[in-house]
């Protein structure tokens, strides 16, 4: 009778077990591959569109400045203003020069013009109406050489004006009033930079962008977007979007590196040369990715990449992937599945290969039912009738 009861005992405990240990839930996706951009972010400096040194062309003492230091200029603006006095006496001393060489003009073409007839008539010795139409077109060459030095003495004194070669911002005067400058100085007077659209040079590794044109050339990748995003120095987005316009056709021999340039709008002059930004753009698009949330992605002991998918019989199965990158909350899963997999997202912490598994779609509501209220008033009574 004590081995029939032990039997029984066992019997029970082995259906409790059951009981205890029902067949896990797993929660699964259905995949299938889609374009996924792969973006790039890049570490970068602020570089103005255009810089202009502003540097005298005639030599002279500054007599005044004509601008606010840091402030915006437009084109043509004058600057500084040079003292004209000894440049406006040389416009008037070619001047008089053009009109004395006009005056020999006229007269030698009309002795010239009075010697050819007589010429004809033999009068006078043909020899002396050459050397006369000679010595008239003499004249005119003179004419036109007094002529270009009054144009020359007119650029220069235009020259003691120093407008503003291009639109921008204007940075401290390099020389200030009574300095004496001259035609061949290196030191500027002052630096504009013109700021809106500002430009934004980063680099990548060479290594990087061949693997890229490599996997251009072979399809197994198409061109991204040439739309470019900029984070800031303390980690804010800036507002605007840019573009990319071009990368450079050499390697930095220094640094291994390429330099791209974008190109932003700076409307409200926000952005000012040499400042640290890093650009986020989608160099590339894999056509045939898979994004897979990362709770379903895990690593073995070797950091290899695996995921539990949905098997015959439903059966959770491990199944080795290729992880690209991360994209928000998910990852770039390049190879290791095929379109129609299911691969289980929640329940993966007791999960083994093999193991039977419930399937059911991710995130689906667990199903309450409620107990009937009769039910328990039933038992409330049954209770209360006990007591007594």
């Known amino acids: ?131 006369a139409a000679a010595q008239a077109r003499q004249t005119r060459a003179a004419v036109a050489q007094a002529r270009a030095q009054l144009e020359t003495a007119r650029i220069n004194l235009r020259f003691t004006t120093v407008p503003t070669p291009i639109s921008g911002r204007i940075g401290r005067a390099l020389s200030t009033a009574g300095a004496l400058v001259n035609a061949n100085q290196v030191a500027p007077l002052a630096v504009i930079q013109q700021l809106d659209p500002i430009y934004v040079d980063v680099q990548q590794s060479s290594a990087d962008l061949l693997a890229l044109r490599r996997a251009l050339a072979s399809g197994g990748a198409q061109a991204g977007s040439t739309s470019v995003r900029l984070k800031l120095e303390d980690g804010s987005d800036y507002p605007l979007p840019g573009t990319i316009q071009f990368s450079e056709v050499m390697v930095n021999e220094g640094t291994g590196t390429v330099t791209l340039r974008a190109r932003f709008p700076n409307p409200d002059g926000f952005l000012l040369p040499g400042m640290f930004v890093q650009a986020t753009f989608d160099q590339s698009v894999n056509p045939a990715a898979f994004l897979i949330p990362q709770a379903a992605v895990q690593r073995d002991f070797g950091g290899e990449a695996f995921v539990y998918v949905v098997g015959p019989g439903n059966k959770a199965l491990r199944r080795p992937v290729q992880t690209a990158r991360v994209v928000g909350a998910n990852w770039v899963v390049t190879g290791g599945l095929k379109r129609g997999d299911r691969v289980i997202t929640q329940g993966t912490g007791n999960l083994k290969h093999g193991a039977p598994i419930r399937p059911v779609p991710a995130s689906k509501p667990e199903r309450v039912v409620a107990r009937p209220a009769g039910k328990m008033g039933a038992g409330a009574g049954n209770g209360s009738g006990g007591g007594r």
């Open 1 to 131: 009778m004590s081995l029939s009861l032990s039997v029984s005992l066992a019997a029970c405990g082995e259906a409790g077990d059951k009981k205890k240990r029902p067949t896990p839930e797993a929660g699964f996706i259905v995949v299938a591959p889609q374009a996924v951009p792969l973006a790039t972010t890049l570490g970068g400096r602020t570089v103005a569109y255009a810089t202009s040194e502003v540097r005298p062309q005639i030599t002279g003492v500054i007599r005044a400045r004509r601008f606010t230091e840091g402030g915006l200029v437009t084109k043509g603006q004058p600057l500084f203003e040079i003292d004209p006095s000894l440049y406006r006496a040389s416009v008037d001393q070619a001047a008089a020069a053009l009109m004395s060489a006009q005056a020999n003009a006229d007269a030698a073409a009309q002795r010239a013009e009075r010697l050819r007839p007589l010429a004809s008539m033999e009068a006078v010795s043909q020899q002396d109406y050459t050397d």
